[in-house]
């Protein structure tokens, strides 16, 4: 049986890309990752990718004059690579809304946060600037408006008095890596679904929606 084809949309080194990617290498994951998309030339994450034999392709925003042309340049590219499903790994792009209508449902990103907490960027710094206690991540579907969609699955851990936004941003990217192949799983067996512009998931089938993880050592 044909298994749901992928697009990664990167814009620098790809940790939950790869991510993504050892995780479909298994036999039992039910979805391809069929192409890695990057906005920019230079983004380390291609290699990686090539190197894991996943086919690449470049959409770079500087050859577009405005997003909407950006936007239809990587929507023909996600039509002509037959694309299921994409996951925003990383992908330092604003889309415009008609490209995200277009895969509203069938797309989703993974924020360094526990939203709605510190959408945007820097939520590591701005996270210890808060003084929180508990920081994390969470993978949710895309709306037009930035890190609001739909939450399907967070994961959470401590932040410790000696952290920096490296020591708490490591901690947290742990975790980005187990919940993301995780989430696209649910979302591929269609365990996660949207109803009403909430997710709502298989509870016979769950694996927990929302992990604490406690600190290392
Ligand atoms: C991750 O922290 C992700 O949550 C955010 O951008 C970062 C990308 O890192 N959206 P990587 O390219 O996956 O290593």
Redesign the pocket.
């Known amino acids: 049986m044909t298994r749901p084809r992928v697009a990664i949309l990167?814009?620098?080194?790809?940790?939950?890309?790869?991510?993504l990617i050892e995780a479909a290498a298994a036999p039992d994951f039910p979805a391809e990752i069929a192409v890695v998309i990057s906005n920019r030339p230079d983004a380390h994450?291609l290699a990686r990718a090539q190197a894991a034999n996943i086919p690449t392709r470049m959409v770079d925003h500087k050859a577009h004059a405005d997003r909407a042309s950006f936007d239809t340049a990587l929507h023909a590219v996600l039509v002509e690579e037959q694309i299921d499903l994409v996951c925003?790994?990383?992908?330092?792009r604003l889309l415009t809304g008609p490209f995200v209508e277009n895969w509203r449902g069938r797309m989703i990103?993974?924020?360094?946060a526990l939203l709605p907490s510190f959408k945007g960027l820097h939520t590591h710094e701005r996270a210890l600037a808060e003084g929180v206690r508990i920081h994390g991540?969470t993978v949710h579907f895309v709306t037009p408006e930035m890190d609001v969609g739909p939450i399907l699955m967070q994961a959470a851990v401590p932040v410790l008095d000696t952290d920096t936004p490296d020591t708490l941003?490591a901690r947290?990217?742990a975790q980005?890596h187990v919940i993301y192949p995780a989430a696209l799983r649910l979302v591929v067996e269609r365990r996660a679904m949207l109803r009403e512009g909430r997710v709502v998931i298989d509870e016979f089938m769950l694996a927990p929606p929302a992990l604490v993880v406690p600190p290392a050592g």
């Not at 990167?10 to 991510?19: C, E, L, P, Q, Y």
């Not at 990103?109 to 360094?112: D, L, M, T």
Request: proline fraction near 4%; charged fraction near 10%.
């Open positions: 990167i814009s620098g080194r790809g940790s939950n890309m790869m991510s994450g925003l790994a990383g992908f330092m990103n993974i924020h360094p991540c941003g947290v990217l980005e």
